[in-house]
């Protein structure tokens, strides 16, 4: 698993879900966080981190620049290579889902969300990452 | 560990006495796809579990034979009691490509799915096709994300003659499709939102702070994304939207077309309701 000292940036327009899925990644082990209320943000939050952002979680659905939009934008950064990229969504359709992956989404997790599903979609890209 | 299959006309069923795992998955896939290619009549491939569940690893498998036989207007089940092995195949936006199911009768025809870019029929007066999605979308949401047991009651047309709700704080979408074109809310006394927040984040709350109020936005937003999954794969055309919250003590939600469909629900803090609005109704 990720190491848990990791940085991870929550993005999410919703402040209660930021909460909820911060909740989940400290029940899961994590404690070093940064929020971002939309994919603009994130960006800014992202390149400007003083400790490296480790991982992403985002939501996909926000107003003005979305997380596929800065989804996109990381992975056409190259200092950004293979970061893990998770999208949290509640958007399960095949075409969207579909979309993600295109855009080299990592894991994608659909709401409503519990800590197993965050954790399954976390290991296993670890281990992918690992192998 | 093994499983016994049949075909029963167009539906192959595989017996299992235990869980799916990754290599009954992988076996039980190549002779399924064996038999699709050979038996074009052959339209549903039902995994029948009892009270087992699925391994995850085993739908590496399942996902690439369940995605194909969509393709071909056909339809791979999951037929288990394991309401766990329910939830996570929803939770994982599986749910299209292998659909859980309780009872056999359940497994019905692909005919009844209008063809792509067949639009649905616009919602009529208590269209149980059209309010079932939002209704389990409610109980399903509550339940995962606040762990909140909710019932629905019985939905009911809003008139004049309706006696005010009270309402302290709602989450309300507005929606334009091919069709449907109205307003969704979900609307909440304080006692009721603040239970609900206090079972999701695990911490008593007693007042509805700026940070909580989002929350009824973030619960429509989810129910709104379950129902539209499924109303979408029935011909609507739902889009995204963002949804926002109006909050007032004792407030009215005025939609401007002439009448609401109220969904009740009860919880153990209270009773709370959906509103689904359209000129249709």
Known sequence: MFPANTRILVVDDMMTMRKLVIKALKEMGFSDFIEAGDGAKGWEALSGSTVPVGIVVSDWNMPGSTGIDLLKRVRAESRFKGMPFFLLTAEAEAQQVAEAIKAGVSGYVVKPFTVESLKIQFEATYKKMAA | ?????????????????????????????????????????????????????????????LCPLGLAMRKAKKQMFALTTDMATHRMIRSEGMDKTIKPIQMLSEVNPPAETPAAGQAAPAPSKLDVSF????????????????????????????????????????????????????????CFTDKVFLAIMSKMFGEEYKEITKDLEDGAGEILNMIFGHAKKILNEKGHAFDKALPTIVRAPNLSINHSSKSS???????EAGTFFMEISTEKF
């Open chain 2, 131 to 186: 309010i079932n999605p939002f209704v389990e979308g409610t109980l399903h949401v509550l339940k995962v994300q606040a762990q909140t047991e909710a019932a629905a009651e019985k939905p009911f047309m809003k008139t004049s003659a309706t006696p005010k709700m009270h309402v302290d704080i709602a989450g309300i979408l507005g929606i334009t499709s091919k069709t449907f074109n109205g307003g969704i809310a979900i």
């Open chain 2, 1 to 61: 560990m093994s499983f016994e299959k049949k075909i029963d006309g167009r539906m192959m069923v595989f017996q299992l006495k235990d869980e799916l795992t990754d290599t009954l998955a992988a076996s039980a896939c190549a002779q399924a796809q064996e038999e699709l290619d050979k038996n074009t009549q052959l339209e549903h491939i039902v995994f029948d579990l009892g009270e087992n569940g699925i391994s995850y690893h085993a739908f590496r498998h």
């Open chain 2, 261 to 267: 469909l109220i969904l009740p629900f009860k919880a």
